[in-house]
Each structure stands twice: as C-alpha cells, then as structure tokens.
C-alpha cells in the first residue's frame, strides 16, 4: 500500500510502497476513501524536515540539552550514533483519515464491515485505529466533509475549555483551519467572536462565518478594536489558535479580556507572559491538549478503556462524534475550507501546493475505491536485496538468513548494525505497523518487508530470527520459533511472568540457540575482570550502582501487562552481570525498595552458592549527569572499579592499574559476535539456558512482590 511520509533528512515528501498494518486484538483495519491534509500543522513538520541540523537543534533546545547531557555521560560517538539512527526514521504525515472498515479485531468495539468512519490515522491507503480514536459518520455528512472531524475536535476541546456562554464575546487569534472552526463552533454556542489574522483571504471566511474581524496587517492595535466590539467592557475569553513564536498574540489576549476572563491556548505561541497582564484581572490561562479527555492516555487509546460518562462528559472520541453531528446539522460549514485537492498517488504536488500557497487551508488527498490488492502485509525488496550481495562479496558468510521481528530504536539503531556489521545475511524485517519495517528494510537491505508473523516462521530462507518487540510479545514469539526449530536472539526480558517461563522451559530444545540480549557480560572491561577474577578461589563481593533516570507511570515499560516493570526489563541485566562474575547460581535473594509511584528504586541482595554476594543498587532518583552504570568488585584484599564501560581502575593487582576506553563499550558487539558464531556451530550457546532462567525467575519474582 501507498503511505506518505516525510523523511527528516530529506526536504522532499515521499510516497512510499509499504506493508499494510496487521490487525490486532482491539484494532479495526480501514481503507482510505480520503485523508486531510492540515495545511498549519502539516506545514510545520515539513518545514522542519527541510531545516539543517542547526535549524533543528534551535527549534528543540529541549532535545539539544539532552544530546549534551548523554555526550557527557555515553561519549560523542554513541550519542552521534544514537541522534543519526533517530533522525533516520521517517515521519507519516496526517492524522485525518476517513475510509471503511475491512476487518475487525475480536475485542475492537461496535463495528461492522462497510462501516464509514473516520480516524486519526495517516495519509494511507490502509490505516489501523483503535476504538476509541475513530467515530462512525452519518449518512448525510460526505467523505470530504468527514475529514475535518479530528482537526475539528482541537478545536471544539478549546471551546469547551472556555465554558463559553450565550452573548458572550470571544476573540479568536489565528484564522487557520482551527481559528476558522472555532469561531463557527463558538457562534453555535451564541457568541459574539472578532477574528485575527494577517491573512485577507482568512479574514474574508471568518466575516462569512459571521465573525467580526481585524486584519492585523491594516490595524496597528487590534486591543482598541477589542474594548470598542465590547462596550469597554473587555472581551469574556480569547482562544490562540495562532503558530508563532511570539508571545505577543497572548499578551494583546490579555489585554483584552475584562476582569477574570479566560485564555486558551490551542495553537504555539511564545509563552513569555507578563504577570501585570495577568494579575489585575485574575485572568485565567490554559493549554488545551488536542481532541480532548483521553489523549495521550495509552489506556484509553491503545487499550479502549473508556472514561464513564457520568464523570468525563466529553471523551475524544464523544468530540469527534460532536463533530460529525455540527456538519450534519450544517451548524459547522467546511466545504468553504477545501482549497484543493489531489490524488494520493499525487501527494508530492498536493504538499509543494502546500508549501507555495500560504493562504491554503485543507487539502484533501483522494484513494482510488476500486483499487485491489492494498491489504498487502508483505513487500518483496529482493532487487535491493541482491545488490548488497554483489556489493559485499563477505554478505553470505551464513548459509541461512535471519530476520527481525521489530523495527524499533534499539533493533534499528543498535542491533540490525551489529549483525550487519558482523556479515549476517538478513531476509525478513517485521514490524505490526508497516512503516518501519519497510524503511528499515531499504536501509539496512532486508529482502522483505512484512507485517506478517508467518513471513518470519515459515520461511525456509531463515533459520533465526531476532526478538526486539514490546515485552508482553517475547514469550509468545520464543515459543514459536522454538515450535519451528529456529535459532532465536530475544532482547531482554526472555518473558514477563513465571507461567510464561514455565511454559518456555517446557519447549526449550538444546539443538536451538536460544539467547538473551545480556550484552553486559560481555564487554571487554567485563571480559578483564573475569579474567582477573580467574586466579582467585576466594568468594567475591560486588556492588553494582544503575542510575537508572526517572521513567514516567504511563510509559509502556511501567505497565505491568506489556512492559512488565523496570525490574524485569532491565535490572535482569545487571542480575545477570553479578551472576556471571560470581561463576555460582543464585542461593537467595532480597530486596528492599523505596515508597514511590513506580516502585523502581530498589537495592537488590543476591547470594551465590560459591559465596560470593552481589548488590544491585537500581535508583531512579538521581540527575541525568551523572554516569548510569559503576560496578565495585571486592576480592582477596584487592578491589576493581567500572566507571560505565570505559574506565576501569584496580587497586591492589600487581599487574594491573587501569584499562581505558576512547568509547564507551557495553558488550553489544561481541554479544552479536558471539551469537553468530554460535548458529554457525563455532561454539556453545555464549549464555547457558540454567543462568537465563535462574536470571529470568528472580527477576520476575522480585517485579511480583512489588505490584
């Protein structure tokens, strides 16, 4: 299928051939009748996809002080790596797509085949939604029409943001398609609205929409305007539907609201406010978050939990629908706002028009109904694929291929590098989405791109495959690559709950490779340090320190159900680190762990069989400057010190001081390394299936105790 895609080293748009998405559980699956482009924000990621590495760095001095500070703390080269590989994925463009439903998940709500509807989804020809971000559209209300209903819901959230009342007067600042909506959602509401734009054709629709207005190119101090429209009185509200970086728009809003009036701040502004706007009155500021309640709540939109009415009126989605409703009742009227159209295949043009006219408000993009064959899962790029082997005559150091499931920043940024680098032959990249499976596909010269799991098991060009997806997907995947006799490389955790061990150690066969992505045992400091450690018989004690940096509750590796807890998901890693330098299983364990909303600091006690006892001290709280990882290791009246997998200093060897690296080196290279060499039959699985369970159990145990 066709999506567009804007890539962000690129100045041009793209359309792309990419697999359609795989339907989940709470998913529908729509074909596109039509998607609209929303000239103002659209506008903005273009333009910043155009800009130099400079001009974006100024526009995120958030993301910069963050490259800085991980520069500081990983090295230049990692953090130069880790900024590339990110700037290396594309963006899909759009988020107002209309189409009917082809295929319906067991779990996805109330909807049947056929169903008109509209979505937030991209600019593509199949789009996936969940229940909860897409409404069904009344028979009345055309395709075209339709596409306005989710910029239209940013623009009935701030209006409601407002509480706006009959014969009140409302300024709304910025006469783009949002300004335009919101000043007809508020003259439904009965109020009295002036408009304010620069732009003389904007301007024109909103006195046709029954706006008073001001043209601020003509008026020097549109304030004046404002207490005369209002008696002296002062305006009751103002909603900044604005982009500039200029604070001025909120300024001249507060200047005109009487005593206690209201700001709502759609749009992007500057937000250098003066308090003496603000204090006299007592004037009320707020941001509105896009469609409404709900957004950004990975509980309401991936998972469809909806807010009871009775405590949340209006949801996103009951925003959406709204809207549907005020263009049937002709109450919203959007076929003023269509300054072109353009068919998908097309998209290019209708972004240059874009981009030339300044004054264009909503851009509608056009799919063929007729055209078959879209819902494709998997695309062939075995031309791509045979110039790498003509390319790099050392490609087919390995008889069979492998294959990703999983596209995301460490598979694309870290892993698919490595086994490339180390001559792995790849055949099959997966990810549920498409997108990324086909542009990591391009780059990386994968012969297929496929949101089909069956494209992976099934295929005899492979006999391994790589796991670097959501937790909650780990166990079910190792089983079935354990089930087609696969080799199988899964980035940790091996799986989230103890049944889903049990059930993994029932199918675990020796003659696959079956091995978790603990890549800190085998850094080269690491590999010293066992090394040193090998001449002493005598117990060892370790401390391990991760300054592991804050995660928020709603990030997916918090949710128990699919990230499975900071504890499963990445203190395995230093369990498995003490674990190996011990040489001895685990006796016992206990923790201790700090009262906080994610329960994620926490001091970890092991106890080896030989003796040895081991502290991971995983804490949460501490500052992003300092270094993430330390390991102390006490033995025999001598002491080695890991300062994050570049310094390494002993005290007391008498062979040795120090061992310092340029960069910082945490094992992922020789992991890969030792992996491949292992499927190929040069060695042994590198981690034997006793420690990855034995790993795996505490890890799970401990993150059990805590929810």
Not at 288 to 298: K, N
Request: glycine share 8%; net charge neutral.
């Amino acid at each position: 299928m066709k999506q567009v895609i804007q890539p962000l080293t690129s100045k041009k748009t793209v359309i792309e051939e990419v697999p359609s998405p795989r339907n989940l559980d709470k998913t529908i699956l729509i074909k596109s009748t039509c998607s609209l482009i929303s000239a103002g924000t659209e506008r903005m990621l273009v333009d910043f996809a155009k800009a130099n590495l400079i001009e974006k760095a100024k526009q995120q001095p958030d993301k910069v002080k963050m490259v800085i500070e991980k520069a500081k703390v990983d090295g230049i080269i990692p953090t130069f790596n880790a900024v590339k590989n990110k700037l290396d994925n594309p963006l899909p463009l759009g988020y107002c797509n209309v189409g009917r439903v082809i295929e319906i998940g067991p779990s996805a709500g109330n909807f049947s085949l056929g169903d008109r509807v509209v979505s937030n989804g991209p600019h593509a020809e199949i789009v996936r939604s969940t229940n909860n971000l897409c409404a069904k559209i009344p028979d009345s209300v055309n395709d075209e029409e339709a596409s306005f209903t989710i910029i239209g819901s940013i623009a009935l959230q701030g209006v409601r943001l407002s509480n706006p009342t009959i014969g009140e007067t409302f300024a709304v600042f910025g006469l783009g398609l949002i300004g335009l909506l919101t000043v007809q959602i508020l003259k439904a509401n009965g109020c009295r609205v002036i408009g304010i734009d620069y732009d003389e054709k904007k301007i024109s629709l909103a006195k046709d929409f029954g706006a008073d207005v001001i043209n601020l190119s003509k008026v020097d101090n549109p304030v004046d305007f404002a207490l005369k429209f209002s008696n002296e009185l002062g305006i009751d509200a103002a909603i900044v539907t604005a982009a500039t970086k200029s604070s001025k728009p909120i300024h001249q809003a507060a200047q005109m609201c009487r005593k206690r009036g209201r700001i709502i701040l759609v749009g992007v502004t500057g937000l250098n406010l003066l308090r003496e706007d603000f204090y006299e009155k007592e004037i009320t500021f707020q941001v509105s978050a896009s469609y409404g309640p709900g957004r950004y709540d990975p509980g309401y939109e991936e998972k469809g939990n909806d807010y009871p009415i009775g405590f949340v009126r209006w949801t996103e989605k009951r925003n959406f629908e709204t809207v549907l409703n005020l263009i049937k009742d002709g109450k919203i009227n959007v076929s003023k706002l269509i300054s072109s159209s353009f068919l998908i295949e097309n998209a290019e043009e209708a972004y240059s028009y874009m981009s030339n006219n300044p004054s264009s408000l909503g851009i509608i993009l056009q799919y063929d109904p007729q055209k078959e064959h879209l819902n494709s899962q998997t695309i062939s790029l075995v031309e791509n694929y045979e110039n790498q082997n003509i390319n790099n005559s050392d490609s087919n150091i390995f008889e069979h291929g492998i294959s990703f499931i999983g596209s995301g920043n460490y598979a694309s940024g870290v892993l698919m590098p490595l086994f490339k680098k180390n001559k792995a032959k790849f055949d099959v990249v997966l990810s549920s989405g498409g997108l990324s499976s086909a542009s990591m596909a391009k780059k990386y010269k994968f012969k297929k791109a496929s949101t089909d799991q069956n494209e992976v098991f099934s295929s005899k060009a492979s006999n391994t495959i790589i796991i670097a997806t959501r937790h909650n997907t780990h166990a079910s995947l190792v089983l079935d690559g354990l089930k087609n006799k696969k080799n199988i490389f899964v980035e940790k955790p091996l799986c989230i709950s103890l049944n889903e061990l049990d059930d993994i150690k029932d199918k675990y066969d020796e003659k696959s490779i079956l091995m978790v992505g603990f890549n800190r045992r085998f850094a080269p400091h690491i590999k010293k340090i066992k090394e040193l450690l090998s001449d002493t018989n005598e117990p060892i004690s370790m401390i391990m320190t991760v300054n592991s940096g804050y995660i928020d509750s709603d990030h997916w590796t918090q949710d128990k159900d699919i990230g499975g807890g900071r504890i499963i998901g990445e203190v395995c890693h230093f369990i498995d680190l003490l674990l190996f330098l011990s040489g001895s299983s685990i006796l016992s364990y206990s923790f201790s762990v700090m009262d906080s909303l994610n329960k994620d600091t926490v001091s970890i006690n092991l106890l080896f069989k030989n003796g040895s006892i081991g502290s991971v001290h995983y804490f949460s709280n501490g500052s992003k400057s300092f270094p993430k990882e330390k390991l102390e290791i006490f033995s025999n009246g001598k002491i080695l010190s890991l300062n994050n997998y570049r310094q390494l200093y002993g005290y007391g060897w008498k062979n040795f001081k120090k061992m310092n690296l340029w960069k910082q080196d945490k094992g992922q290279d020789n992991c890969v390394r030792e992996f491949l060499s292992a499927i190929t039959g040069e060695c042994n699985s590198p981690i034997s299936f006793k420690d990855i369970y034995d790993v795996t159990r505490v890890s799970i145990e401990i993150q059990d105790s805590l929810n």
